[in-house]
């Protein structure tokens, strides 16, 4: 079979770039290694109880009908509707500091109260910093030029606490590149988090995941899962075809990546890249506690906590297997559902060292897991209640976990260093799409296939 | 297709790309985006469900034609006048 466009990768931006080609009547296949699609954001089954990997929240949120957000661009593109993505609302989360803490919710007023009220002689600029924001295209495409947020952010602002608290959640929820990010970057995670807030379905990820395959497949697309793709075949410099593991060889006019730039570059020629993009190395180890109980019920309400131990906040690949001077507390509980969720969670993320943990014996692998498991929790219970004789099971996830589900080399988050806004690569023909094209979060990584989608793919 | 059948169309297309929005007062004399919240992805969108849904194919040089429902009908009449009302 002959294909207008095959995707590599059923993640979030793959299957958003495979609805948007297949309303459009092209022909299209979605190529998944895996055996369930989401990639990055993707959920599983474990001890009869549903989890979500990735997704701690979707940020961007907006209230259902609202107009001219990411969100409800979104759900335009794809010919979706509000309650396809079932968000609610966050309750409130905080950013929590050595003797500061600031609360947000999705009400980004309340935020400015809260920098007002912790900062006063910071506020001026603060807003000063919140018109600059507003005022800069972060989606221009054609945008090359990287410019250091960190730099641009004290222009505004003069204490670095506060600094380090607006770069926190920020960079923890989106920046493959350590200590300070494109000022893009950072706009559209200020935007995404602090203006808009964040949301999730009640179901969690798999409900998004569930309606955009399921629309794809009404409208006709192919889906293929346990399909890797072990090469992209080019002739006379245009991506033509792409080979599976198994040797079966597709053909198609375009082909879309998601799988990281330097990861796809890796399949174009194995042995001769043309270009070596760097690949990231910024990766987190999470640990994922089933309670017997709602965490509100213990006294926490709190959606997302982003806390730092340190005097200064370090984002960066850490020396140790985890870096336990700071992470994010997550509950999936505390969102405004109509009813409680199955069973009570907390989620800890916390910066990790890729080698150690994709290098480790499997026998030995298990058991740092949870040695690490515990030592988080317990960096964690500064800014949550004790709820260790809550837990009724226990699951971990490490860089190793994530590079096995996304391909990614050193199970890096967020992808390379280095974005390609425009999706283009050195081949005619083949285009990224996901986290190495830089749209971020759930929201920015389908609004990436879109893009992508849009422009060179719909001719 | 007769003018109004092509309203018509276009008035569906737009339902499809913008459901938020409240169609029942639009004006057509009024460009698209004074009175509804359509950006330049909404508007490739137009172009791309008339080509979807009547063949037609509409030149980028032409785009302008389509900013008010008054001209996008004016604009398309002859276009589509031996094309049949889509199911």
Known sequence: MHYDTVIIGAGMSGLSA?????????????????????????????????YDVGLHAVTNYAEPGSKGGPLSKLLRQLRMKWEDFDLRPQLHSSIAFPDCTLRFTNDFAYFLEQV??????????????????????ALNLDQR????????????????LLIDMLFCPLMFY??????????????????????????????????????????????????????????????????????????TEITADNVLSSAGAAETMR????????????????????????????????????????????????????????????GIICSPNNFDYSRPLEDGRMRITALAEPDYWINLPEDEYQQRKMEWND????????????????????????????????????GCVYGAPEKFADGQTPVRNLYLCGTDQGFLGIVGAMLSGITIANRYLLK | MTGVEIRQAVLEILERIAPDEDLSNLDDAIAFRDQMELDSMDFLDIVMELRKGYRVQIPEEDYHNLNSMQSTVEYLTPKLKDVPVAG
């Open chain 1, 174 to 247: 989106g920046s493959a590149t350590p200590h300070d990010m494109d000022f893009s970057q950072f706009v559209i995670m200020f935007k995404s988090i602090f203006h808009e807030g964040f949301g999730r379905p009640f179901d969690g990820i798999r409900l998004i995941l569930k309606k955009l395959v399921r629309h794809f497949k009404a409208l006709g697309g192919h889906l293929k899962l346990r399909a890797g793709v072990s090469e992209i075949v080019q002739r006379n410099g245009k991506a033509n075809a792409v080979v599976l593991d198994d040797g």
């Open chain 1, 145 to 160: 030029q990287t410019t250091s947020a960190r730099h641009v952010v004290s222009e505004h602002i003069s204490d670095p």
């Open chain 1, 267 to 326: 399949l174009v020629d194995p042995s001769r890249p043309m270009i070596k993009p760097k690949a990231g190395d910024i990766t987190f180890v999470e640990s994922i506690s089933v309670l017997d109980c709602e965490p509100a019920s213990l006294g926490h309400n709190e959606t997302i906590v982003f806390y730092n131990d340190a005097d200064s906040f370090h984002y960066e690949r850490p020396n140790e297997p985890v870096d336990l001077r700071s």
């Open chain 1, 375 to 410: 030592r988080i929790i317990e960096s964690a219970l500064k800014h949550v209640p004790d709820f260790r004789s809550h837990v009724v099971d226990t699951d971990v996830f490490s860089p190793r976990t994530i590079r096995r589900f996304t391909g990614h080399l050193n």
């Open chain 1, 18 to 50: 495979g609805v948007r080609l297949a309303y459009f009547e092209k022909n299209v296949c979605i190529l998944e290694r895996h055996t369930t699609v989401g990639g990055l954001n993707s959920f599983y089954r474990l001890r009869k109880r549903n």
């Open chain 1, 116 to 137: 007002a009220m912790a900062f006063p002689r910071q506020i001026d600029g603060f807003k000063r910093l919140v018109r600059t924001i507003a005022d800069h295209d």
